[in-house]
T-cell receptor, first 111, second 114 residues
Framework: QKEVEQDPGPLSVPEGAIVSLNCTYSNSAFQYFMWYRQYSRKGPELLMYTYSSGNKEDGRFTAQVDKSSKYISLFIRDSQPSDSATYLCAMSRNTGNQFYFGTGTSLTVIP | DAMVIQNPRYQVTQFGKPVTLSCSQT?????MYWYQQKSSQAPKLLFHYYDKDFNNEADTPDNFQSRRPNTSFCFLDIRSPGLGDAAMYLCATSRAGFWLDEAFFGQGTRLTVV
């Protein structure tokens, strides 16, 4: 079983839609949860991070962590064509540990 | 301003010819990582440095080596590249020991083996 599971998509939505991206994980020791956006042929760019359970909001982006279900989500409101990218979830057990990544979900927002 | 810089952005090398990829950071982070990312796959950790301590992943081939001469620089050496080593190589940094831990990535080096 992989440490982190993520539906690769692809996901295609119309502009203005609400997008929901999700990851599940198996290791209950994970405490740090991150979402990265990766444009084609570029390095991942950190979007959101959370520690332990709860919600975090930043503009159009909301990250949710449910440790009891081992499930994390990223919501994008009012999606824009510029949001078209691959979204990677990542998590780690402790500071300085390795980061475990999902395979990424490819998102296309259609104008 | 770029904080994690990888050079070159694109590298073409011949089958079996040693190649070195470089990474530098201006963040003064104590942890540096090298990931290999193939198309439509998750980044795969090859190894990381915690300060000067080298941590190799069990399934990283011996063909891959790394050097970290100082806090700011880290190198990935591929001794004899094969066709299967063509990938994007990502360098990342993080600050261990802080309550919030996130990795900052460079733009990556796309390696082509011919």
């Amino acid at each position: 079983q992989k440490e982190v599971e993520q539906d690769p998509g692809p996901l295609s939505v119309p502009e203005g839609a609400i997008v929901s991206l999700n990851c599940t994980y198996s290791n209950s020791a994970f405490q740090y949860f991150m979402w990265y956006r990766q444009y084609s042929r570029k390095g991942p760019e950190l979007l959101m991070y959370t520690y332990s359970s709860g919600n975090k909001e930043d503009g159009r982006f909301t990250a949710q962590v449910d440790k009891s279900s081992k499930y994390i989500s990223l919501f994008i409101r009012d999606s824009q064509p510029s949001d078209s990218a691959t979204y990677l979830c990542a998590m780690s057990r402790n500071t300085g540990n390795q980061f475990y990544f999902g395979t990424g979900t490819s998102l296309t927002v259609i104008p | 301003d770029a904080m994690v810089i990888q050079n070159p952005r694109y590298q073409v090398t011949q089958f079996g010819k040693p190649v070195t990829l470089s990474c530098s950071q201006t963040l003064n982070h104590n942890v540096m990582y090298w990931y290999q990312q193939k198309s439509s796959q998750a980044p795969k950790l090859l190894f990381h440095y915690y300060d000067k301590d080298f941590n190799n992943e069990a399934d990283t081939p011996d063909n891959f080596q790394s050097r970290r001469p100082n806090t700011s620089f880290c190198f990935l050496d591929i001794r004899s590249p094969g066709l299967g080593d063509a990938a994007m190589y990502l360098c990342a940094t993080s600050r261990a020991g802080f309550w919030l831990d996130e990795a900052f990535f460079g733009q990556g080096t796309r390696l082509t083996v011919v």
